[in-house]
C-alpha cells in the first residue's frame, strides 16, 4: 500500500490478524501547518474484548515459544528494516509539525530504541525463556532445601495508550521491551498523529517477521477495550494527569490488580549555577539549552524545561540572552528547510496552551514572545497550529501557585530567580515530582547539594557543565538505558531503563525445592544439585555434548613460600601480608604470611585447564570473585569445577559457558570461589 503524505485516508486499525476500518466515517485529522486534511480515523466496531483474546491465546504464546535471544534477533531485523523505510516516514512527518530534526527524535530515535533493547537483550539476557533474579537462597543447612527468584513472562497484553507528540518513539520505547520480554502489544495512539504510527505499524507487519498477534493497533477510541483486562495483562499511560488517573482508578484495571505505569503532566526544571555568571561557558550552555528545550517539537515533549530556575543577579541577563535566542527561530511549515520550529499539533491543542499561559499570568508577566500573533516565515498563518515561543518571569516564585501547577504544553517557560541553593531545590521541588531536571554548574559542591536535594522528586537529573558539552545528550532526551518516568505528579512510573524496562512486563517468581529440581527449572547448576564426572575432561565437550552439572574435581596443589616469593617478584606485587611476617600477623585477617589472591586463581587455573586444543575457544573473564580462607604456605588447594549455565549465540558457531569454580584447601574450607566464563564452540571440529 503506497501511502503518500498528500493523500487524506481512513486510518485502519490491525487487530485479529487484520486490518479493518471503522464503522464511522471518522474524525478529520489536519495538516499542523496547512489546515489540509491529512486523514480520517475511527475505531467503531471493532470487538475489543477478542482484541485482548486475539494477543492473549495467539502471539502471547508465539512470543513464549522463543528465547531472549531469538526475540533480541527479531528486533534487531525489525529496526534494520524500518530503517530503510525512514524517509517515508520523514515524508508524512512533516504534517504533525515537526521540523527535519524533530522527526529524527521521533523516527531515527524510536528506532535507535528498538535497536538498542535488541542489543541488550543479546548482550544482557541469556538465550533462555526464564530470567534468573539474584542469587539462590539457601533456606536448610544440609543444602536439601533452597529457592531462586525467577521472572518469566505475563500471559497477557500489554495496552499501551500514548500521547501525540512522538508517535514513533512513542510505540518504539514501549513495545521494544514489551515484545523482549515475551508480552504481545496492542497500541493506542493519540488521534491527531495517528496516521504516522498507523504507516509505521502497516510497514512493521508487512515484514512479517513479527508472531501474528505479537502487535495489534488502535486506530481511535479504545472503547470497552479496559473494560475486558485481567491480572495478567499491563496498561501503559501516557498523557494528561487527569485522563491518566482516570485509567488508572478504572473498575477492572482495580480489581484485577492490572499493572499500570503512567507518565504524565511534568513541570521540568533547569537550573542555573551560583557559579554560572553570564561570560561563563555554563551560562552560555543553559542559555543554549533552554533554548532548544523550548523550540523542539514546539515544547511540545514531556521532558521539555517549564521552569527555568536562575540566581536572582543574573535573570535579567538570561532573559535579554534567551529572547535574543528566541527571536532568531524561523518559524513556519517544517516541509521549509530553514524552518526551525514547526507549529503545534493542532489547533485544539494552541487554543490549550494559550489558556494555559493566561494561567500562568496570574503569577508571572510575559516578558518575550506574543502567543496571540506568531510571526510565520511559510505555511498558513491562520489554518496552521503556529505560536511563538513565550517566555514569562515571576519575580517571588516562593509565594506563586500557578507556576508551580499548570503545564503549557508547548513553546512555553517560566523564569523564576534564586538566591541559595537551598532555594532553588524548594522551587524545583514544587513541581510535585517530575520526569526530569538538569543543573548548570563547575561547581562540585553545588552540584551534590542540589542533586541530592532534587532526586528523590526527579527520575533523572542531569548535571550540564563545559566538560560534557561536546559529548551531553541533554535535558530533554531520554535514553533507552536510563530510567524515563518520575515521581508524584509526573505518575510515579517507570519506563526504559535497560532491562528494568523488559521486567516490567515479567512476574517474579521465588521457586522453592530441591537443588536438582531448581537446576532443572532454572537451567542453571547449584550447589546441591545432581553433578556427574567422567573420564573425559569437560573443556573437551562441545556445546551439543556438555550438560549442566559436568563436572572435574582436580589433583591438588601445595603452595610454598618459594611460590609466594616468585610470584610476588614476578608480578610485582609486594603487598606486606605476602612479605612480611610480623606485619601480615599484625593484620586482623591474617595469622602470617599469605598467598595472593590472584596466585590461588593462577593456580586454579593450572589445575582446572585442558591445554589442548578444542571446544573451549577462550576465557572471558570471572565473575563474582571473593577470596574467602587465607592460604598460607604449606596449604593445599584443590578445585571443583562444574558446569553451571549454556547459552548458546543466535546465529553463531559459539556460546557462553558459566562454569562454577570452587577452590578448596587441605581441610576442605572454600578459599576462593567464583564463575569462570568461556567461550565454547557448538560443535566438535
Not at 209 to 231: F, I, K, R, T, Y
Not at 376 to 396: E, Q, R, W
Request: glycine residues 10%; proline residues 5%.
Amino acid at each position: 500500500m503506497n501511502i503518500m503524505a498528500n493523500q487524506p485516508r481512513r486510518l485502519e486499525s490491525y487487530v485479529g490478524g487484520t486490518w479493518v476500518a471503522g464503522a464511522k466515517e471518522g474524525v478529520a485529522l489536519l495538516d499542523a501547518s496547512t489546515g489540509a486534511p491529512v486523514a480520517s480515523i475511527d475505531s467503531s466496531g471493532i470487538d475489543f474484548k477478542q482484541t485482548l483474546a486475539h494477543g492473549r491465546d495467539k502471539g502471547g504464546p508465539a512470543l513464549r515459544r522463543m528465547s531472549f535471544h531469538e526475540r533480541a534477533a527479531m528486533l534487531k531485523a525489525l529496526g534494520q528494516a524500518l530503517l530503510e523505510r525512514k524517509e517515508e516516514f520523514y515524508a508524512l512527518s512533516t504534517a504533525t509539525g515537526a521540523t527535519r530534526a524533530d522527526s529524527w527524535v521521533d523516527i531515527e530515535g524510536g528506532i535507535g530504541t528498538l535497536l538498542s533493547y535488541a542489543s541488550k537483550g543479546r548482550r544482557e539476557l541469556p538465550n533462555a525463556r526464564v530470567l534468573l533474579d539474584g542469587d539462590v537462597e539457601q533456606l536448610s543447612k544440609d543444602q536439601s532445601f533452597s529457592a531462586q527468584h525467577i521472572l518469566s513472562p505475563l500471559q497477557g497484553v500489554a495496552v499501551h495508550i500514548n500521547a501525540f507528540n512522538f508517535p514513533c518513539w512513542g510505540m518504539l520505547e514501549k513495545v521494544a521491551p514489551t515484545l523482549l520480554a515475551g508480552v504481545p502489544a496492542i497500541v493506542k495512539p493519540a488521534s491527531q498523529t495517528a496516521y504516522l504510527t498507523e504507516l509505521m505499524v502497516r510497514r512493521i507487519i508487512e515484514t512479517g517477521l513479527l508472531p501474528e498477534g505479537a502487535l495489534q493497533l488502535v486506530c481511535g477510541s479504545v472503547g470497552d477495550l479496559l473494560d475486558h483486562v485481567e491480572g495478567q495483562d499491563v496498561v501503559t499511560f501516557t498523557g494528561s494527569a487527569a485522563t491518566g488517573q482516570r485509567l488508572k482508578t478504572h473498575k477492572a484495571i482495580i480489581e484485577n490488580s492490572v499493572r499500570f505505569t503512567m507518565e504524565a503532566d511534568s513541570l521540568n526544571a533547569a537550573v542555573l549555577g551560583l557559579d554560572a555568571a553570564p561570560g561563563t561557558e555554563e551560562f552560555d550552555l543553559f542559555v543554549k539549552e533552554v533554548a532548544r528545550e523550548m523550540t523542539v517539537k514546539a515544547g511540545q515533549k514531556c521532558t521539555a524545561i517549564r521552569r527555568v530556575i536562575a540566581p536572582r543577579a543574573y535573570s535579567d541577563a538570561l532573559i535579554s540572552a534567551l529572547n535574543d535566542r528566541l527571536g532568531k527561530t524561523a518559524i513556519g511549515n517544517p516541509a521549509d528547510e530553514t524552518v526551525r520550529m514547526g507549529p503545534l499539533a493542532s489547533l485544539d491543542q494552541r487554543e490549550e496552551v494559550r489558556a494555559r499561559i493566561r494561567d500562568l499570568a496570574v503569577d508571572a508577566e510575559i516578558v518575550g514572545g506574543d502567543p496571540d500573533n506568531p510571526s510565520v516565515m511559510s505555511g498558513d498563518a491562520k489554518a496552521g497550529a503556529f505560536l511563538n515561543p513565550v517566555l514569562l518571569y515571576c519575580d517571588k516564585p516562593g509565594s506563586a501557585r500557578a507556576i508551580h501547577d499548570v503545564e503549557a504544553f508547548g513553546p512555553v517557560s517560566t523564569v523564576m530567580p534564586y538566591d541559595t541553593a537551598e532555594e532553588a531545590v524548594d522551587l524545583a521541588r514544587r513541581g510535585r515530582g517530575s520526569l526530569v531536571a538538569s543543573v548548570f554548574t563547575n561547581d562540585p559542591g553545588f552540584a551534590e547539594e542540589v542533586v541530592l536535594g532534587l532526586a528523590p522528586f526527579h527520575g533523572r537529573v542531569m548535571i550540564g557543565n563545559r566538560a560534557s558539552a561536546k559529548s551531553s545528550t541533554g535535558h530533554g532526551s531520554p535514553l533507552p538505558g536510563l530510567v524515563h518516568g518520575g515521581p508524584g505528579r509526573a505518575g510515579g512510573g517507570e519506563e526504559l531503563g535497560g532491562i528494568r524496562a523488559v521486567k516490567h512486563y515479567m512476574q517474579r517468581t521465588a521457586v522453592q525445592g530441591t537443588p536438582r529440581l531448581l537446576s532443572a527449572v532454572t537451567g542453571r547448576w547449584m550447589e546441591g544439585a545432581a553433578a556427574q564426572t567422567g573420564s573425559e575432561h569437560p573443556f573437551r565437550k562441545s556445546l551439543a555434548e556438555l550438560k549442566i552439572g559436568d563436572q572435574l574435581v582436580t589433583a591438588k596443589r601445595t603452595v610454598t613460600l618459594d611460590d609466594i616469593e616468585h610470584f610476588a617478584s614476578f608480578t610485582g606485587d609486594t603487598f606486606y601480608a605476602h612479605m612480611d611476617e610480623e606485619a601480615a600477623k599484625a593484620n586482623p585477617f591474617f595469622d602470617g604470611r599469605v598467598a595472593h589472591g590472584y596466585l590461588i586463581v593462577s593456580f586454579a587455573a593450572g589445575l582446572f585447564v585442558d591445554p589442548a586444543p578444542g571446544p573451549v575457544l577462550a576465557n572471558y573473564g570471572v565473575d563474582n570473585l571473593r577470596f574467602l580462607t587465607p592460604v598460607n604456605p604449606g596449604d593445599t588447594l584443590q578445585v571443583q569445577l562444574t558446569c553451571k549455565e549454556i547459552n548458546p549465540r543466535v546465529n553463531a558457531e559459539h556460546g557462553e559457558v558459566r562454569w562454577d569454580c570452587k577452590v578448596t584447601n587441605q581441610l576442605d574450607a572454600v578459599v576462593a570461589q567464583y564463575d569462570v566464563l568461556t567461550m565454547v564452540a557448538k560443535t566438535r571440529e
